[in-house]
Every structure is written in C-alpha cells, then in structure tokens.
C-alpha cells in the first residue's frame, strides 16, 4: 500500500479513535484548563444527616472522577431553594413535591431524581394541648414552614380552611413548643421527634400518609436552561449523587463522623444517628432503586393539588422529569461530512452502533423498570398465597391504628393457625401442603370485606385486620372463617383431608402498637391451641384469654 493511503488510513484511525471516545463516555464533563467544572447545589436546610449522599460523593471523590467541583450551599429561612436556583444563584437544589407547583406557575425546573421515597414533613401537636385529631386544630397557634405545601394539602384535604388557623412564622426550634408557646408545628419525623423526646414532651404526629397523601420527600431538581445547555454534566451530577447516596446509607456512622468534623456540630452524634435510622425508612434503597420517580406518582401528586386547588387540573408534566438518554445532536459532523467522504462513512458506521445500542439501552431500561415494579409487587405480596406478604401486613396495620385513632374507630386482630399443618406435609409432601396454603387462603379471602386486610406471618400463620370491627363483629368473623375452612373439600391420594383453624382475637387499644396488639392476639392463639384446637380465643390483656366459641 502506498504512502498516501497509509496516511489517509491513520488520519481515519485518529478520527475512530476520537468519536468512539466520545461515545464510550457519554457522561463525562470537559472541565476547563483550570480545573474541574464548578457547580453549586442550593441544600433545603442547614448541614445534617438529610444531605448524607452529598457529602459522602465530595468526600469519596465521586464528584471530582466526574469531573464537578462542587459546592454546598445551606438553605436560609427567607428564601426558597426553588428561588435560588431560578435565579441562578446555584445550578441545581433540594426540594419537596411542591416542584410541581413552581412548574405549574410557568417556572421551569426540572425533578431529576427523588431521593426519600417518602416524605418526611409531619405536623406535631404536644399530648398535653388535648388535641386527639387534626380538625381540634381550629383557631389554634401553628406554625407551618414554607415548603411544606403537601402539609396545607392534608389539612384542607381534611376539610379544615387554613384562614381558621393561628398561623405564625416558624422559628425553626421546638422550644417554642416545649414552652407552649405555640400548639403545633411542621416538623420532620427524622428531626424534631428526637429533640422533643429530650425534652421529655410526649406528642402525636400527624402524617399526610394516613390521609392518602404519600409524597416524594427530598427531589434533586435543576432548570430546563441546565439540561438543555449542559445534558452531560447533568448525567454526571446525578450518577455520582446517588453514588453518594449508595454509600452514605452504606456506612451511617462514617458519615455522621464526616458531618461533625467537616460540616456542622449543630446535632449531637446521637441525634445524627436518630435522623441517618430514621431517613433509611423514608428512602427505601432495599425496595427501591435510589432515585427512582414514578411518572405516575407525579401525576397524582399533581392531581392531588388540583383536586385542592393550589394548582390548574390537567396541567401537562411534559418536559417536567428529567429523562436520562439524550439524543445526539448530528449536525455537529456536518463538516467533517463535506470534508470527507470516508469520514461520511465513518460517522454513519458509528451513528448506526449507537442507534443500536440506544436501542438496547431502551430496551434495558423498559425491562428494568418492569422488573422494579414486579420487585414492589413482590415485597407486597405472598407468592405462594397470593396475599399480603408479612411486611406489607404489618404497614397496613400501622396504617389501619392510625386511621382508628384519628376517627374514633374500634380495630380489631385476628390471628389464624391451621391445625396439625405438619402432618399434611408429612403425609403428601410439601406440594400438598402448598395446596392447602392456597385453598384455605382463597377461602378465607373470599369471606373477608373489601375494607378487611389480609396477610401470611410466616408458615401456616395468618394475620387478619378487621377495620371499624369491635369484640362482637370480630367474634362473628372468626367463627365464619373457622366454619369455611373445616368445611373445605379436600382430597390427596384418595384420601380427604379434614382441615381446622385455631383463631386468636384481641381488640387494639387506643396505646397500642401493631406489636403490642399482635402479642396478645399471639397468646390468645397459643391459648386456643391449648385448649383443643379448631376453637376461637379472646384476649383483652396479657395472660387473660376466654374462649367464645369452638367445635
């Protein structure tokens, strides 16, 4: 080969070479010959453990191999993160579910991902003030911070008219509160709560959750200008955050240790430790991949507004969640297209990898996010029964005690056993006895109301929720269950197998928790196994159980 067509291959090389860089890393940031790119992030509040993932990606170089220095900015009590990152004062922020007030009022911010699955905001009312409900708020002092807009969606969505509060400007410190200066405050449950059990002030807290506002909590967010003038360095920014994040959930007390030496010494280390055990619950990452936003969730937060007024109904989320694969912009190759014919053919080759591999990578995407969903089915979900699983048992019940104490309403528990289980698994093999689960479950299921919850403990061991039930209903509903399942039909081998169920009963308290309740439900079955089997046991407190009804 001559010379010439030696050269023309090196400079095509050179050119591959370049392009395929390029492509390979579609995420990293050209920093200037100063330095690393520099890039400022507005926090929601001062220096602790909610900003754990932030400081975990600075201090372990996540931030700096992506190219970003970057800088923390903490939130003051006069101006919004929203604001501050609208009027460029800081490229990206920290912000609630109430982003999607500021888009619908025409400001063009962009959520990126959602860090706490579930929002922290709670509203705190001292046990001593005598307020047992949220509507004994009325011509109350409160004091409601100003980004805690899902706050105000609750106490409407409750009928209560915000003109008929005493609203004050919140000071940001419990004292005020210890000191009855104040009856109520927005507050987190990550935060506040450990300050106040200092104090020795016992409260209640009220949840959006329990009146069906499940909110994202703290949302990364940027403008439509930053995605659409800096896309790569927004992907950068965001990968190495949730880095952070993945470590910082990781190693809890290596960060609290980072927070006090580096950042603040506000909080003690016990109240550190409070919020990093507390935020755990709120973030999910053991269900949930970190950062993970639910269009649908989103449309439904806006709904919720809507519905409530504080924001236009049908208002489009278009272009409102970030959506990490960017096409590429082609026309940047233009010149080299006229300059060269080989170099035509070199980009074409190249845009047709990258077109397949966009499509791979979609296609990636779309199956991981079916997998995510089936994931949460699944954590939700007993899969041999099909009911609910024991975690997602024990959540409605914590739910259903709440919703019993905000109105007022008896709850009552149920635990069912089936008797001599063992000896079916023994005798048929475990398949049989798989098929017992399933027929016994579906038989009690269809027995039980819409409103009634239904979940597998463990084993042969069920869990029942019988809500705005009292002792009598209860009863009744035990002893139809116990009925259904010894009248079953069930046949292995020729043989028919005759099934019976031992019930424990309990009422829960108005001091009750989910544990509390289900002990004296768990003695009162351990009683009816006692006491003969395929009987139902009633127990009101610890050691004390009565039979109401057997065979």
């Known amino acids: 080969m001559g010379g010439k067509g030696a050269a023309a291959l090196r400079r095509i090389g050179a050119i591959l070479l370049i392009l395929s860089a390029a492509l390979a890393a579609p995420c990293a940031v050209v920093a200037g010959e100063t330095g690393l790119d520099p ?35 903490e939130a003051t009590d006069e101006e919004e993160p929203a604001r501050v990152v609208l009027r460029g004062a800081a490229e990206y922020g920290i912000a609630t579910s109430d982003l999607v007030l500021f888009r619908s009022q025409g400001d063009k911010v962009v959520a990126l991902v959602a860090i706490f699955q579930h929002s922290p905001l709670v509203l705190i009312v001292p046990r001593r003030s005598g307020i047992e409900h949220l509507h004994e708020l009325d011509g109350r002092r409160v004091m409601i911070e100003h980004h805690a807009a899902e706050l105000l969606a609750y ?40 300050l106040l059990q200092q104090a020795g002030l016992e409260f209640h807290a009220f949840s959006p959750r329990s009146g069906g ?55 003690s280390r016990a109240h550190l430790l409070f919020e990093a055990e507390r935020t755990q619950r709120l973030i999910r990452h053991e269900l949930v991949e970190l950062g993970y936003m639910n269009p649908g969730r989103w449309r439904h937060i806006a709904e919720t507004y809507a ?17 990490p694969v960017e096409r590429i912009d082609l026309t940047k190759f233009q010149v080299a297209i006229a300059a060269s014919v080989a170099v035509a053919l070199v980009i074409a080759l190249l845009t047709l990898r990258f077109y397949r591999l966009n499509v791979n990578l979609n296609r990636q995407i779309a199956q991981r996010e079916a997998l ?101 209903g209860a009863v009744l509903t035990a002893e139809r269950l116990r009925q259904t399942v010894q009248a079953l039909e069930i046949v292995f081998e020729g043989q028919a197998v005759e099934l019976t169920i031992s019930v424990g009963a309990t009422q829960v308290g108005s001091e009750d928790d989910d544990s509390s309740a289900l002990a004296r439900a768990d003695h009162a079955l351990y009683a009816a196994k006692q006491g003969g089997r395929n009987c139902i046991m009633w127990q009101d407190e610890p050691g004390k159980s009565g039979a109401v009804a057997e065979a």
């Open 39 to 73: 890039v400022r992030l507005q926090l929601k509040w001062r220096h602790q453990f909610q900003f754990a993932g932030y400081y975990a990606a600075i201090a372990k170089g996540y931030y700096a191999s992506a190219g970003l220095r970057v800088e923390l900015i």
């Open 155 to 194: 106490i409407r969505q409750e009928g209560i008219r915000l003109e008929r509060l005493r609203m004050l400007p919140h000071n940001f410190d419990v004292k005020s509160l210890v000191a009855g200066e104040v009856d109520a405050i927005s507050a987190y449950s990550t935060d506040e709560p450990f």
């Open 213 to 267: 506002i499940d909110f994202y909590g703290d949302t990364l967010f940027t403008t439509e200008a930053e995605v659409r003038r800096n896309p790569r360095r927004v992907a950068a920014f965001v990968d190495a955050t949730l880095k952070g994040w993945s470590y910082a959930l990781d190693h809890p007390q290596e960060i609290v240790d980072l927070i006090l030496s580096r950042y603040s010494q506000r909080h």
């Open 307 to 323: 519905e409530l007024k504080m924001m236009p109904a049908g208002f489009s989320l278009d272009g409102f969640l970030w959506r």
């Open 372 to 472: 995510q969903a089936e994931l949460r089915r699944l954590a939700d979900v007993d899969v041999l029964t099909g009911i609910s699983s024991r975690r997602h048992f024990l959540e409605q019940f914590e739910q259903e005690i709440e919703r019993g104490r905000r109105y007022d309403r008896p709850l009552a528990v149920l635990m069912l056993d089936i008797d001599r289980f063992k000896s079916v698994n023994d005798s048929y093999g475990h398949a049989a006895g798989d098929e017992v689960l399933r027929r016994v479950c579906a038989a009690i299921r269809a027995e039980l109301r819409q409103s009634d919850h239904f979940g597998r403990l463990g084993g042969e061991e069920f869990g029942v929720l019988l809500p705005e039930t009292a002792r009598a």
